[in-house]
């Protein structure tokens, strides 16, 4: 049975709780917004100074975001118009962006596309300090910030695919898998070396996570990017390798990526992961489907989906809260989040209005 309700529940016990499948008060609470989101409210009547951490009661609190470039911190300007700036970044990669809105960049070019092309990246990746890549000072700031409000602190940060997309785009690793497995086995095993030696520097500086929060879009609306059984091969060593750092020390798991990631649901449970997020509605993930049928061994995380809340109609916003996270809710084992970051066409009402149906229909009697 789980343990009765309590009046009062610190928010690392609520997030707790819910990866261990058992009720608190209230589900907890995390949330992302686009870069422009927030500054429009203000123009819509967000008081001045106001801390949405605070006013919505967010449980959760990253820290480390690395820099896993091959040059860490290189940006240059190769092109610019009114509307959009082409930047080489670390990587070397060529990434055309929005100049005044946020939004996925256009993958113009990639440096590397086969062995060769590889090497001097390679070694840049392996010679390049760990230190370079890290900001300790403001990841101790938000650890102990965490500490003060009793709240739960994510290691927040990629893993491989994410990694090597940014470093081969989606078109080079397809290829690779098929035209050259060993080599593509090479890159993800070296980049999750990276993420491995990054973590331990955390550690080794007196930061302890408790958790991690990963992040690696590895598919898109119809399915993962590559096979099951590429993922099998090429993917999965390096996130085994990741989890399992987590796991030695006793520390949940949650694995971001937005897409339909059914087919690889099977493997991404045989990992261990403890939690996915962020159940992309468009995507054709439900949680009401997925929450009968693997429940019962991983949290969901998410799923409201933001093409209703950017309707900005509140009944719809209530039916939509309403409709997914009573179930979901229901024995524990659900975080409330938005399906994917809260673009700027939400409204800083309809926001209000969301969190307070989440209020509403994601408290425990």
Known sequence: MPPPIRETITSHERVRLALAHQEADRVPRAESFWPETVPGWHGQGMPAGVNLHDRFGYDMRGGGWPDYKARPGFLETVEETDEWITRLDGNRATMRYWKHRSGTPEHVAFAVATAD????????????????????????QAMYLARSRQEFFWFTGMEAFEIVKELLGHENICLAAFDDPAWLREVFDTETDMVIRILDHYEANGIEFDGGWIYGDIAFNHGPFISPAHYRDIVKPGHARIVNWFKDRGKPVIYHTDGDFRPLIPDFLDLGIDCFQPLEAKANMDVRELKPEIGDRVTFMGNIDIMVLITNDPEQIEAEVAAKIPMARKGGGYIYHSDHSIPPGVTWESYQHLMRMVDRYGRFD
């Not at 300090?129 to 990841?139: C, F, G």
């Open 117 to 140: 092309d590889w090497l001097p990246f390679r070694t840049l990746l392996q010679e390049t300090p760990v230190a370079q890549r890290t900001n300790l000072a403001s990841t101790v």
